[in-house]
């Protein structure tokens, strides 16, 4: 049976959806409020559905696949949030919107099930799993943005902009926004792979054990460290940086799977 929090969330994320897309079109003060608040609204139920599934499966959030990726739509729409306020551009919304319901619907059509087997537990690596996963929705919103640019370069290029894509923010700011969502992601991921260091040190009474799962996240690490320094020089800056990002995500992707494929293997094992 479906929880009434997931049929209320879907419902809030649609109505907030539809008022982006309006707003895109038409931009109106007040549908734009209209569209934030209802995402808002949405997080909130978000956040309730996701305590509703702990409390089922007796376990946190992101102990299986399906609980961390509606742990990733929800801290998705958190990452968006915070960038429209800080840019104050909502023109991203109906691009953002769609892959945050998927997750979300695509999460929640397995029924949680009941552990038999205690998880890793312990605040520091509740802390190091939940920035991880923040670091990989950060990194899901400066895609949808480069994929954007990139679009949006060759359409202004070709001059076949159209009325809509008028509406957009300036390359600038897209580019803008783009590496405020990096430099969200790369903060979490560090922080967060230091949560996970000492936690292993306690666990295991070492810091590193030549994980390859830690090794990949390096990599993706240093990726967007080399994006955030080309994207700031002229030879690089615009198109090319865009498509640097868009390359990175597929790496983060990668690195998303290892993460699930190692927690499966650690609960064989405690």
């Given at each position: 049976?479906?929880?009434?929090?997931?049929?209320?969330?879907?419902?809030?994320?649609?109505?907030?959806?539809?008022?982006?897309?309006?707003n895109l079109r038409e931009p109106s003060r007040k549908v734009g409020l209209g569209a934030t608040i209802c995402l808002v609204g949405g997080l909130i139920l978000h956040y309730v559905a996701l305590l509703e599934r702990s409390r089922w499966a007796q376990t946190i959030p992101y102990d299986d696949l399906f609980g961390s990726l509606s742990l990733f739509a929800w801290l998705l729409a958190v990452t968006y949030l915070v960038i429209e306020r800080i840019h104050r551009q909502r023109a991203v919304g109906p691009f953002v919107l769609p892959i945050v319901?998927?997750?979300?619907?695509?999460?929640?059509?397995?029924?949680?099930?009941?552990?038999?087997?205690?998880?890793?537990?312990?605040?520091?690596?509740?802390?190091?799993?939940?920035?991880?996963?923040?670091?990989?929705?950060?990194?899901?919103?400066?895609?949808?943005?480069?994929?954007?640019?990139?679009?949006?370069?060759?359409?202004?290029?070709?001059?076949?902009?159209?009325?809509?894509?008028?509406?957009?923010?300036?390359?600038?700011?897209?580019?803008?926004?783009?590496?405020?969502?990096?430099?969200?992601?790369?903060?979490?991921?560090?922080?967060?792979?230091?949560?996970?260091?000492?936690?292993?040190?306690?666990?295991?009474?070492?810091?590193?054990?030549?994980?390859?799962?830690?090794?990949?996240?390096?990599?993706?690490?240093?990726?967007?460290?080399?994006?955030?320094?080309?994207?700031?020089?002229?030879?690089?800056?615009?198109?090319?940086?865009?498509?640097?990002?868009?390359?990175?995500?597929?790496?983060?992707?990668?690195?998303?799977?290892?993460?699930?494929?190692?927690?499966?293997?650690?609960?064989?094992?405690?």
């Amino acid at each position: 049976m479906t929880s009434p929090y997931v049929l209320a969330t879907l419902i809030f994320y649609g109505v907030s959806f539809v008022l982006y897309v309006w707003n895109l079109r038409e931009p109106s003060r007040k549908v734009g409020l209209g569209a934030t608040i209802c995402l808002v609204g949405g997080l909130i139920l978000h956040y309730v559905a996701l305590l509703e599934r702990s409390r089922w499966a007796q376990t946190i959030p992101y102990d299986d696949l399906f609980g961390s990726l509606s742990l990733f739509a929800w801290l998705l729409a958190v990452t968006y949030l915070v960038i429209e306020r800080i840019h104050r551009q909502r023109a991203v919304g109906p691009f953002v919107l769609p892959i945050v319901m998927g997750v979300f619907l695509l999460a929640h059509s397995n029924p949680a099930q009941p552990f038999e087997r205690p998880p890793a537990q312990g605040p520091l690596f509740a802390f190091h799993i939940t920035l991880n996963i923040l670091a990989y929705s950060a990194f899901a919103m400066s895609f949808v943005l480069s994929v954007i640019y990139v679009v949006l370069y060759r359409r202004l290029r070709g001059h076949k902009l159209g009325i809509v894509g008028w509406r957009f923010p300036a390359l600038e700011v897209l580019e803008r926004m783009t590496r405020s969502s990096v430099l969200i992601g790369c903060a979490s991921l560090v922080v967060g792979m230091t949560a996970g260091f000492i936690w292993a040190q306690r666990l295991w009474g070492q810091y590193w054990d030549g994980d390859p799962k830690v090794i990949i996240t390096v990599l993706i690490l240093f990726a967007y460290l080399g994006y955030v320094y080309l994207s700031r020089s002229p030879s690089w800056r615009g198109a090319r940086a865009s498509v640097l990002c868009i390359i990175n995500f597929l790496f983060v992707i990668f690195s998303y799977s290892i993460v699930n494929l190692y927690l499966s293997r650690f609960h064989r094992f405690f």
